[in-house]
């Protein structure tokens, strides 16, 4: 077939394959969609969760927070047991010098005693009165042969005499650096044996002499002493003066 007629069949035959392709693909049902287009159904059910995610990575540090406020004090817990002994520190430093403390007393004890009688009669008046028994004189500060102490040790000493009276009256003074420090006065009695003290508390410097000694005339001598009759002196020292040893 020639012509218009021939020309209009071969373009049908070309064009209709290309048709039937476009109707043919506008027929294919959508995957997406849970039927076809020229088949729509109803919707199903949902289906079953799936299984958790892995866990993602660690994310990176936030900034860090500001302080919180302090909470009130909890009570006090029990005590708790003692602890093993440490190990022992190493040493300290040497401290400062404490202050000074006072002044104690010596550990030396100083002596100085004596205890004297008398082995003569009617003693001579105004001198020494010469003591020549000796009961105790272990520092030998007492000389028998002048009848004076000396003192050798600075300090306060006790002195004391007891004497015998007979025969006449006594009348007797304790000196002391050729001053008389106290005096004793007893007036004998006929046919009766007397006794005359006397006692006191002297501070005395070093050479310092302390003795007896009847004053008066010769009519007061009556100090007496014999087998069975003593008159004594005596004398000791009670504390040393610290500041001068």
Sequence with gaps: MRGPAGFLLCSLLLVAPHCAEVAAQDDQPDSKMPCAKW??????YPGHNGLPGRDGKDGKDGLKGEKGEAGMQGQKGDKGEMGVQGQE?????????????????SA???????????TERAPHPNVPIRFSKIFYNEQSHYDTST???LCSIPGTYYFAYHLTVYLADVKVSLYKKDKAVIFTYDQFQNNNVDQASGSVLLHLSSGDEVWLQVYGDGDNNGIYADNINDSTFMGFLLYPDMDVH
Excluded: C, H, T
């Design 39 to 44: 088949m729509g159904g109803a919707p199903g």
């Design 147 to 149: 009848g004076k102490f």
């Design 108 to 118: 030396f004890v100083y002596r100085s005693a004596f205890s004297v009688g008398l």
């Design 89 to 105: 520190g190493p040493r300290g430093f040497p401290g400062y010098p404490g202050k000074m403390g006072e002044k104690g007393e």
